[in-house]
């Protein structure tokens, strides 16, 4: 059982290993914490710690970005969010900039998206930020990489900052001796519930060595409530890889079974329910695919690495990827459906319902409704518009398309594609007219 307050050595044998006592007083020694990418992680983590009344640089490369959090503002959708971001603004503890200061600890959380057809990892992200600090490390600092990285990313961090700063010594040539800290925390928050979870869940601490994770543990006691679970890089690593795939192989057996009963004329939310009633199944809801900064990019990154060894994990990518071209085809055979009938492809309109990656939230990172929708865009000759109350403006991956209120979308369209499961949208099917087609990728 993990204990509130007590990390595991993972430096002895598992089967045998026993709770070691964590730094006291916690994050004592961390008083100015630098965060490099104020994004959906970045910005809420520099939050949390600047409400525990620590000094935290936001560094960002958007100007923006910078300005909105020097307003005491914030760019991103996240409940309670703005309020922690404000008070720690007015009272001193956050600013934002573009050029990296000394700090104590310093925190990489930027992207790490895959490249190519062979979907390779893109870490030139990660790079850039360590060579940043670089400059402004000095002895006892602590860096973490935050991202979520291929299995070997943190070691690659060590290694870039040591060939920047030959000046001081890293985990990877001296070990415990080193200069610099160094180590990984994968996050694990869930999109409009951050603040809770970033403070509640348990954290998995990777350090290169025992020393690193030691000093990690003391910098995130700061705020996290949950357990500090003590591991090596490596395998903090390959944690979080792990459970998004675990994830992704889920939803692609959902995703996959949806169109096998489409074919078979089966109602697949009754059939799940149904299924589900079985004590030991519990099927997940299919959807459009899968979106966003983890799920559809984490399994990649142990794909491309072990292309013989990971054939399910594969496998489950290639099917949540192939589930918006599907949506398609099925909005499609609607649109001719409905040409049939005498009304022509140029006068019909169709209407994508939502577009963010996932319910109730303004991430577009990822979304397979954005695929949706642009597949659609490309291929029809009608009008096309999206009910997305969550954002502002389209992307402009969306020339031609418009953003309408959803009351405007329901009295005008012909096709309704129910992308994303918005609490707006709930029981949509009910205030459609009889003439009105609707293609659900998610349950109505």
């Not at 000094?55 to 996240?78: A, K, L, M, Q, S």
């Not at 979870?197 to 030691?214: Q, S, Y």
């Not at 079985?278 to 979106?291: D, E």
């Not at 409905?338 to 996932?358: C, H, I, S, W, Y």
Request: charged share 25%.
């Amino acid at each position: 059982m993990r204990t509130m307050g007590v990390a595991v050595n993972p430096y002895e044998n598992p089967a045998t290993s026993r709770p070691v006592a964590e730094p006291s007083p916690a994050g004592a020694r961390f008083e100015r914490i630098s965060i490099v990418g104020l994004g959906y992680i970045g910005l809420p983590t520099a939050a949390m710690f600047a409400s525990r009344r620590k000094t935290v640089i936001g560094v960002d490369v958007t100007p923006r970005v910078i300005d909105t959090i020097n307003r005491g503002e914030i760019h991103i959708v996240e409940p309670a969010l703005d309020m922690i971001v404000r008070a720690a603004v007015q009272q001193g503890y956050l600013h934002a900039t573009s050029t990296p200061e000394p700090a104590d600890a310093f925190l990489i959380a930027v992207p790490t998206p895959f490249k190519g057809r062979d979907h390779q990892p893109d870490l030139s992200y990660v790079e850039c930020a360590a060579k940043t600090i670089a400059p402004m490390l000095r002895p006892g600092n602590l860096v973490v990489l935050e991202s979520t990285s291929p299995v070997g990313a943190t070691e690659k961090v060590a290694e870039w900052l040591a060939g920047a700063r030959p000046d001081l010594t890293f985990p990877h040539t001296h070990g415990e001796a080193s200069d610099i800290r160094v180590a990984h925390c994968p996050e694990r928050v869930l999109p409009g519930q951050v603040i809770r979870e970033l403070v509640e869940n348990d954290r998995v601490i990777g350090g290169m060595t025992p020393k690193c994770a030691e000093a990690a543990v003391a910098l995130y006691r700061t705020f996290v409530q949950g357990a500090c679970v003590v591991t090596n890089a490596r395998t903090a690593e390959m944690c979080k890889l792990t459970e998004n795939s675990f994830r992704d192989v889920n939803i692609a057996f959902a995703n996959e079974l949806s169109t096998i009963c489409d074919e078979a004329g089966v109602d697949v939310w009754e059939l799940i329910s149904l299924a589900n009633r079985h004590p030991r199944v519990n099927i997940l809801q299919p959807g459009p695919g899968v979106g966003g900064h983890c799920i559809a990019v984490d399994p990649w990154f142990i794909a491309s690495q072990w292309p013989r060894e990971a054939r399910m994990i594969r496998t489950a990518r290639e099917v949540n990827d192939s589930k918006p071209k599907w949506i398609v085809d099925k909005a499609r055979r609607e649109i001719a459906a409905l040409a049939d009938r005498g009304k022509p492809e140029r006068e019909q309109t169709v209407v994508m319902l939502g577009l963010t990656f996932k319910a109730n939230i303004d991430d577009l990172r990822g979304s397979p409704a954005l695929e949706i929708a642009d597949r659609l865009r490309r291929s029809f000759g009608g009008t096309m518009i999206a009910a997305e109350p969550n954002i502002g403006k389209l992307p402009p991956s969306l020339p031609g398309v418009r953003l309408a209120p959803l009351d405007e979308a329901l009295a005008v369209g012909d096709v309704f594609v129910l992308a994303v499961a918005h609490r707006q949208f709930e029981g949509i099917a009910s205030r459609l007219r009889p003439r009105q087609r609707l293609v659900a990728a998610v349950a109505t």
